[in-house]
């Protein structure tokens, strides 16, 4: 069975009368999705740049990228859930009447552009982040390599959110093309839809994969021990988690456009794999800075510690050396301490000890990976 935004009249003829007063809806399920993973979100954010901005001062490049994707994926959820409550996207088809219809395109097209520039900012912050660490982890081929992805998303996100404008001529053709009446009596011309957003979740896809994948090649080589393994590894299934919903997403536009004229029941499928996708990235990527801030508030937090571990192993070992130097430098001072009455300073073993040690702390602390 074909399917479209435009059914014909013999399709449309044969749906059944419109329900207006208990008509088949998805509930509140849009509200409780996006209050549930939008609140996680918003809380993650929260911590990281508590932790980044306050806490340590040393906010970087990374940091200011999540902080400008976190507007488009806020407006993002906000929208879907505008259109499925106020607009009826969670009814379907033959039990809306035409300015939801039109209604809902207009919120389609708003929620694309916010979904281009969300998804391109929050994918470049999180490889900024590997960029970062990768001057310390890995060879000058892993740093180019992931400055080519950036370059990559960036032309992505600016290819499509022109083409997103220059999809209709006149532009309010996106919308009123569902309206039968319009369409017959007003000159119009659009892109090929279905192909534009196939190629755009398709690019989305592959993406969500490149960037889960590089911090396995960055931590490749790392000597870890289990604990680690096993918190590294939950950390890739939940960035591969995101790419397994931007596929599903992807059967679903399939669905809207060639499977089903009912397209209001199934595109509510799409914007919510893409609200999720985005929420769900958006708080991973704030994961390794919620040790710093848990820590500061000792509040345990050893699943994140464990990731954040993975990429300060070689800094801690320069740390231990110098440690190892000063205990050496300690037994040379407990064979040459004079007798403590007559110390007139009362520099005794004990203090000298305690004194280094503090120095030691400082000089650990100024070792460790801005997280």
Same mark, same amino acid.
């Given at each position: ?10 399709? !449309? @003829? ?6 207006? %007063? ?21 809380? #993650? ?5 508590? #932790? ?13 990228? #999540? ?24 009814? /379907? ?25 969300? *998804?391109?900012?929050?994918?470049? $912050? ?23 992805? !950036? ?5 992505? *996100? ?8 220059? *999809? ?14 319009? =369409? ?11 192909? /534009? ?18 911090? =396995? ?16 590894? *939950? ?6 988690? %995101?790419?397994? !919903?931007? =596929? ?11 499977? $089903?004229?009912?397209? %209001? ?14 929420? !769900? ?7 390794? @800075? ?9 509040? $345990? ?34 064979? %040459? ?35």
């Amino acid at each position: 069975m074909p399917g479209g935004i435009h059914p014909p009249l013999e399709v !449309i @003829a044969s749906w059944p009368k419109a329900n207006t %007063t208990n008509p088949e809806s998805r509930g509140s399920l849009s509200i409780i999705l996006a209050g549930v993973f939008g609140g996680l979100a918003l809380v #993650a954010v929260g911590v990281r740049f508590w #932790a980044r901005c306050v806490i340590q001062r040393r906010a970087g490049w990374d940091d200011l990228f #999540a902080a400008l994707s976190a507007g488009p994926i806020v407006g993002l959820m906000v929208v879907f859930v505008l259109s499925s409550e106020v607009y009826g996207g969670k009814l /379907h088809t033959w039990d809306n009447t035409l300015p939801n219809l039109i209604g809902q395109r207009k919120m389609a097209f708003i929620m694309e552009i916010l979904y281009v520039i969300g *998804s391109g900012l929050l994918r470049v $912050s999180v490889l900024l982040f590997y960029r970062r660490m990768g001057f310390r982890e890995v060879s000058r081929c892993f740093v180019i390599a992931t400055w080519i992805c !950036i370059a990559t998303i960036i032309g992505y *996100s600016l290819a499509f959110f022109a083409v997103i404008f220059g *999809s209709c001529q006149p532009l309010h053709a996106y919308w009123d093309q569902v309206n039968p009446v319009w =369409a017959a009596s007003h000159p119009w011309k659009c892109y090929n839809e279905p192909i /534009h957003i196939l190629v755009a979740t398709s690019v989305a896809l592959v993406q969500d994969v490149v960037v889960t994948t590089l911090p =396995a090649i960055l931590c490749w080589k790392l000597e870890i021990s289990l604990r680690e393994k096993i918190a590294l590894g *939950s950390i890739f299934f939940v960035g591969y988690l %995101t790419a397994v !919903i931007s =596929a599903v997403r992807q059967y679903f536009v399939v669905k809207t456009y060639y499977l $089903s004229y009912d397209t %209001t029941w199934v595109t509510w499928y799409c914007w919510m794999m893409g609200m999720l996708e985005l929420l !769900i990235a958006l708080t991973c990527s704030s994961l390794p @800075a919620a040790r710093v801030f848990f820590h500061r508030y000792r509040v $345990s937090i050893g699943f994140v510690g464990s990731i954040k571990s993975v990429f300060t192993k070689s800094t801690t070992q320069q740390s231990t050396s110098v440690r190892r130097s000063t205990q050496a430098t300690l037994s040379t001072v407990n064979l %040459t301490q004079p007798d403590n009455s007559k110390d007139p300073m009362n520099l005794t073993s004990a203090s000298v000890e305690e004194g280094v040690r503090i120095e030691l702390d400082q000089m650990g602390k100024a070792y460790r990976v801005p997280m």
